[in-house]
């Protein structure tokens, strides 16, 4: 499993999320944000990325909703402003293993805040957390990836949520080749517990609002069956 290679990679990809969310203010944009992250993983020497050659998948404001593949991105040069909401998805790569990892991030008064006074980013932070929860009560190693994507969308829905994804899947596995992924969706009926790791990152809007919000962990299971964050 490569567990320890696992976490260094994941770890340096929570660490940068952590320093960017420091430095994202109101003259911020994807362009630069973005290449800020591409900056922060190459001090921690990783100047690959398995994604499309996109490092660090940035959206923000009008386009927090938007869900599209890595190959056709371009990061935009929308200014943060006072309040937004950025989602910063990183994909690093070191010797073919994989880091994955993803936070949306509330700005209000030009800076990061972890607890918001606006209520639909408290309740689209809230929620989030809430799922990842869940789904951790819920999956196991003979859990599909099928079922997995139907518990997980049933619990979005009853929410009062919907699904972004522009292919509706909820995660996918962690592999050495993009094209070998099993994704969480209708499709896929092969039990989770056959790949060594796997994303869960609801890409999540509030029915009638406008801002879309994603949080991404990589989740294993340890050599009791149990789920456990990467």
């Known amino acids: 499993m490569n567990l320890d290679k696992h976490s260094k990679i994941q770890g340096i990809a929570k660490q940068v999320l952590y320093d960017l969310a420091t430095e994202i203010c109101a003259s911020s944009s994807e362009e630069s944000?973005?290449?800020?992250?591409?900056?922060?993983l190459a001090e921690h020497g990783v100047?690959?990325?398995w994604y499309y050659d996109v490092p660090a998948f940035v959206l923000l404001g009008s386009?927090?909703?938007i869900s599209i593949s890595g190959k056709y991105y371009i990061?935009?040069?929308?200014?943060?402003?006072k309040?937004?909401?950025v989602t910063v998805d990183l994909s690093p790569c070191v010797d073919n293993i994989w880091g994955d990892c993803a936070r949306?991030?509330?700005?209000?008064?030009g800076t990061v805040v972890n607890n918001p006074e606006i209520k639909i980013f408290a309740e689209g932070l809230k929620t989030e957390?809430?799922?990842h929860n869940e789904i951790k009560k819920y999956v196991s190693p003979e859990t599909t990836f099928s079922d997995f994507f139907i518990f997980g969308n049933k619990l979005i829905t009853e929410l009062g949520w919907e699904n972004l994804d522009f292919l509706k899947n909820l995660g996918h596995s962690i592999e050495s080749n993009p094209d070998d992924r099993r994704f969480i969706?209708?499709?896929?009926i092969e039990k989770i517990g056959v790949v060594s790791y796997f994303t869960f990152e609801p890409h999540i809007r509030k029915k009638g609002h406008l801002w879309g919000f994603k949080h991404e962990n990589i989740y294993y299971f340890d050599a009791e069956g149990k789920i456990q964050e990467l």
């Open 33 to 40: 944000i973005a290449e800020r992250a591409k900056e922060l």
């Open 47 to 49: 100047k690959e990325t």
């Open 63 to 65: 386009r927090s909703c």
């Open 75 to 81: 990061p935009a040069t929308e200014q943060v402003g």
């Open 83 to 85: 309040t937004n909401l």
């Open 104 to 109: 949306s991030f509330v700005i209000e008064n």
């Open 129 to 131: 957390r809430y799922l």
């Open 185 to 188: 969706d209708s499709e896929c």
